[in-house]
């Protein structure tokens, strides 16, 4: 140890107080000085190969200047786990108290005996106020590092925590021995790792408060460097003093961050030139791509720009040449990209690694997909061939609970193996919890989400975002529900200075302005924004940037053309629903045969259109009557209850037929898709004749996005002109129409009702698209009144209806976000997860953010007298046995069951098969038996698989 000589009694004390027990290092116990080295070295190389450069720059100024930020970055990391010298956690293992009682460390066992237990995080905390008081700290300084250590087990305490149980001091060690060897051992660390002089502890007071989100990045890099350091595989015990040195450990920490394969994003980025669009994509910037850039360029820093553009527009390959710029500017390392659903991020996945793979070849391999189906995404699988078992890796997996330390992590792998060569990010990103720290990441927004909720290990979520820049798409999607979320995750980016970039077709104003507005207060380190000009864009496509500059906040606005030469003309058609009587709830039968007979009439010369339906059950039906016009070739059927197998290959199959053609293909003489919801966002394809039930109007217009999207195919001379046909309401001879109830259940009446005034208005007429698009927007989320005077009262109903369940869903939000009310301006994270959510199991984190009721996957499997066969038909063993070469056919049966269904999952206990119990992937499956008709009952509803159908349920639960 060092150069310095210790005495016999602290070399007694050093060599006798452990960290980690024989069991939980290798066999060979770790001393608590020496995993504090350990975890140090490892901060040393997070610096050098893994912090973004803005943080480094931070944290310099953080420190006093430059170079300073890295010595303290290394001690904040390594002493982490001060708690551990208390009689509370060296009692937890027999041979190490024995040691421990033997050089004069004593305690009263009866008195910590009673159940009671200390947590060494708590204790750490405690212990650290008191000898940074005592070595001259400042108190705004200690109040903010305290908390890194005693919430670097997920969850950061009130001081008022601190203390132990029933106030006994017995826990935290009683007497001078005890609080001399705490003291040695945090000054003999000080000076290990580089703090010198009669007191090295005052040497490491930091010069400045940081930000509270830099603070909470710290504790997420706390995290991060204890749990590598806690590796036994490269972090092997020490238990003989003579043997721990910091060098030793800087060799460990290397070798470990080498075998781990960790590495950080792109670094610091140059600023590119006029020439980066074009040798990114190819093709130079349209105008709308040019404007974007223009306005970051113009930007006075780090801020939010939101892009609205029409679909087609190229709004992602704007976001992803705006980033390069933001990055280079900001010194931030990395990109997350986040989408609204799990469908959409998968193609978004091939177009970043495309991307990346343009500035660097080499990253294009380190981009982590971060989505619960990412196991059927083929290039994702196919870029992590070579790592077995991978995607079955967990944090739960690698750091349980332990019995000497309750609250710590381990990591037991069993034999070392050699591993095998592959590509991808490391694999230790890609455990749970830990996929945003990953320098490149695509995803759905919900990973963003998460990190604005007051739940365990947040800290690692917000690490993984601070220091990268951040896009956004489809931002309109978010309900009110999940905007909560939204904007305070804005928040605590805006604080910490992360560029972000919003994408969306088309925003109404009030929820651009609430957009803006959230960023803006969290960069100015306040719970309101004070009055501020929000100057609206006067044209589409449009760009927002706005920014806090030394004289408050500034705001950026411009528009331009779109690239398109003209609007298209898009003709509206109301096509009435078929009800004799305004109360039967869905008259889908009637329905479906009306839209069949419709598209015989507008497909007779041929054509490809598109149908959308507000649920599975009328998209069910309707295809069903659309096939016994046209027959089974010409009609698609897609949506969310198809197994995951049928589900991909028709979404490959549509997207072949109706996408975009490089290569010369003609598209099909006639083609029906009837789809649900799947078909409103990024799904490009190009109809010449659009069927839709009622949607709010920003939902309707991505739907018709969709018509005549592609230049250059050939369309029959009566869908020249792209047509909109929407459904699912009935007019009333000028009173207010009837509405479907299923579509008021998902979307509400008020939105309804004014965008079917809008509607009315237009049938028979056109809208011009996109050039209307804002003003249709600004119409229905507006105020005015703009719905015939005979729906006035039904109107004032419906938007108090609206207005309360908006209001209960914000409250109903409120209690799961990251910071309450009126806390935005705390200067430290103590107290900060006070009523919060604690651990999640699986699917809770993702119900967290997301309303409405949950739903359930299940895996179908069909049970004959032979056994279990997967729904491709091939057999498994006698009781579920899955060989690895059968593992896809069994994930192809993956499907999500109605959420009135859920309760009886419970009832059911439903589970993996017995043969399952075992398999890293399918453990924690609920399998679904069929019988040999594909059929099933659970909570009283007869359950059918369908081939062409997909689920089909009948019966109420």
Not at 19 to 43: E, P
Not at 581 to 589: A, Q
Request: glycine share 12%.
């Amino acid at each position: 140890m060092g150069s310095w000589e210790l005495s016999g009694e602290t070399a007694g004390w050093l060599g006798a107080l452990w960290g980690k027990s024989a069991g939980k290092a290798g066999g060979t116990a770790n001393l608590l000085i020496s995993h504090m080295l350990d975890t140090a070295a490892v901060a040393e190389v997070m610096w050098d190969e893994y912090l973004p450069p803005v943080t480094r720059r931070r944290l310099d100024a953080v420190a006093g200047g430059r170079g300073r930020g890295r010595l303290l970055f290394v001690w904040l990391c390594g002493v982490h786990d001060l708690g551990k010298a208390t009689p509370a956690f060296q009692r937890m293992d027999a041979t190490g108290a024995a040691a421990v009682r033997a050089v004069g460390l004593r305690w009263n066992e009866y008195a910590l005996a009673g159940g009671k237990k200390w947590r060494h995080d708590r204790a750490g905390g405690r212990l650290l106020r008191k000898l940074l008081a005592e070595a001259g700290w400042t108190e705004k300084q200690t109040a903010w590092v305290w908390p890194l250590v005693a919430g670097h087990h997920g969850t950061f305490p009130t001081a008022g925590d601190l203390a132990p149980p029933k106030k006994n001091e017995e826990f935290q060690g009683r007497g001078d021995a005890w609080q001399r060897a705490q003291a040695v051992l945090l000054e003999v660390f000080s000076r290990e790792v580089g703090f010198g002089g009669e007191c090295p502890l005052a040497e490491v007071q930091p010069c400045e408060v940081p930000p509270r989100v830099v603070q909470l990045q710290l504790a997420g890099f706390v995290v991060m460097a204890d749990w590598i350091a806690s590796n036994e595989r490269h972090f092997h015990g020490i238990a003989d003093l003579a043997q721990v040195s910091l060098e030793g450990a800087r060799k460990r920490a290397k070798a470990a961050w080498s075998a781990l394969e960790l590495r950080g994003g792109w670094g610091q980025l140059d600023l590119s030139g006029p020439e980066l669009f074009q040798d990114r994509f190819g093709d130079g910037p349209r105008q709308s791509q040019q404007m974007v850039l223009d306005a970051v360029h113009r930007m006075g820093g780090p801020g939010l720009v939101v892009i609205e553009a029409p679909m087609g527009e190229g709004k992602t390959k704007a976001a992803l040449a705006a980033a390069e710029v933001l990055a280079a500017r900001s010194g931030a390392d990395g990109v997350f990209l986040g989408m609204p659903t799990q469908a959409t991020a998968d193609p978004m996945f091939t177009q970043v690694r495309s991307w990346l793979g343009e500035i660097d070849e080499r990253l294009a391999d380190q981009v982590a997909l971060l989505h619960g189906k990412r196991i059927f995404n083929k290039e994702w699988r196919a870029l992590l061939d070579g790592a077995d078992g991978i995607d079955s890796f967990s944090a739960d997996d690698c750091y349980g609970s332990v019995g000497e330390d309750e609250y710590g992590m381990t990591w037991s792998f069993g034999e070392e193996e050699p591993e095998p060569q592959r590509r991808g990010p490391s694999e230790w990103f890609l455990g749970r919890r830990r996929g945003l720290l990953s320098p490149f990441a695509v995803g759905t927004v919900d990973q963003l989400l998460q990190a604005a909720t007051r739940t365990k290990h947040v800290m690692l979520r917000m690490a993984g975002l601070v220091g990268k820049v951040v896009i956004l798409d489809e931002v309109h999607a978010a309900d009110v529900y999940m905007s909560q979320f939204l904007l305070e995750g804005l928040r605590w980016l805006g604080q910490a200075g992360v560029p972000v970039l919003l994408l969306s077709a088309t925003l109404p104003p009030e929820q651009r302005r609430d957009l803006v507005a959230a960023y803006l207060a969290g960069a100015q380190c306040v719970e309101t924004l004070p009055e501020v000009e929000f100057p609206q864009p006067k044209g589409y496509p449009n760009v927002t940037a706005a920014w806090v500059g030394e004289d408050g906040p500034h705001l950026l606005v411009d528009s331009t053309e779109t690239w398109r030469e003209e609007d298209l003309k898009v003709k509206v058609h109301v096509l009435d629903e078929p009800v004799a009587d305004p109360k039967d709830e869905d008259p889908s039968g009637p329905a479906a045969e009306a839209v069949a007979e419709y598209l015989r009439d507008q497909l007779a010369d041929g054509g490809c259109a598109l149908v959308i339906r507000n649920t599975v059950d009328r998209a069910q039906r309707t295809f069903e009557a659309v096939r016994a016009k046209f027959g089974d070739q010409e009609v698609h059927l897609l949506h969310g209850r198809l197994h995951a197998g049928h589900r991909a290959d028709r979404t490959t199959a549509v997207l072949q037929a109706l996408g975009r053609r490089d290569d010369g293909r003609p598209r099909p003489q006639r083609m029906v898709v009837v789809a649900t919801q799947l078909a409103e966002q990024s799904f490009d394809v190009d109809a010449d004749l659009l069927v839709t039930d009622l949607a709010p109007i920003d939902l309707l217009l991505q739907r018709i996005g969709r018509l005549h999207r592609h230049d250059g195919n050939p369309r029959p001379s009566r869908l020249e002109h792209p047509t909109v046909a929407v459904t699912g309401l009935r007019q009333a001879g000028g009173g207010v129409p009837w509405l479907l109830r299923a579509s008021e259940g998902i979307y509400g009446r008020y939105l309804l009702l004014r965008t079917a005034a809008e509607v009315i208005k237009a049938d028979g007429g056109e809208w011009s698209i996109p050039g209307q698009v804002p003003e249709l927007v600004a119409r229905v989320y507006g105020t005015d009144r703009i719905v015939p005077p005979e729906w006035a009262e039904g109107e004032t109903a419906a938007r108090k209806t609206w207005d309360e369940n908006r209001r209960a869903r914000r409250e109903s939000a409120a209690q799961y976000l990251l910071a309450r009310a009126g806390e935005h301006g705390q200067p430290t994270l103590e107290g900060l997860h006070y009523g919060g959510r604690g651990v999640l199991r699986d699917g809770q984190m993702e119900a967290l953010v997301r309303d409405g009721d949950p739903s359930v996957e299940v895996l179908l499997v069909r049970r004959t007298d032979g056994g279990y066969r997967a729904m491709t038909g091939r057999a498994l063993g006698p009781n579920g046995e899955t060989a690895a070469e059968l593992l896809d056919d069994v994930l192809t049966g993956t499907v999500r069951l109605p959420t009135a269904l859920t309760a009886a999952v419970e009832q059911h206990a439903l589970g993996p098969l017995p043969g399952w119990r075992d398999h890293p992937w399918l453990r924690y499956g609920k399998a679904l038996e069929l019988d040999e008709q594909d059929e099933a009952r659970l909570g009283g509803c007869k359950i059918r698989y369908d081939d062409r159908l997909g689920l089909v349920v009948t019966g109420r639960p």
